[in-house]
């Protein structure tokens, strides 16, 4: 059986979490992170859903949806970022070091603009 050299070079990536957020080809990666702009969206519009029921007609409801919108608009470029760091993995899959260095950075990527985003909702 012969053993898929995209992802298995490294115990991270051969993870299933890994293999979700990581495509098979170029189109994966794109469709990956447009899915990832949609999650992005989804967990800033939930998270100021929550924070309005909170505090309601407050005057901190307004800093909310400030900092939410803001946050939407963000979630574009960070999806053209992530699908660079995709993209750019998946062409320099000759030099696995730096391939495997790009994908790893994607993956935590994935996660840094949606926890900054809550952690500025959250704390503000």
Known sequence: MKENTE???????????????????????????????????????LATML?????????????????AVFGLLASIPAGIVYFILLALGRALRRKQTLSNFLRMVALIWFFIIPLTVLYVLVFA
């Open 51 to 67: 924070l309005l029921a909170m505090y309601g007609e407050s005057s901190a409801s307004a800093a909310v949806g400030f900092v």
């Open 7 to 45: 992802t298995s070079s490294h115990p991270i990536l051969d993870t299933s979490f890994a293999k979700l957020i990581i495509g098979k080809s170029y189109l994966g990666d794109f469709v990956r992170s447009v899915c990832v702009c949609i999650f992005y969206g989804l967990i800033i519009i």
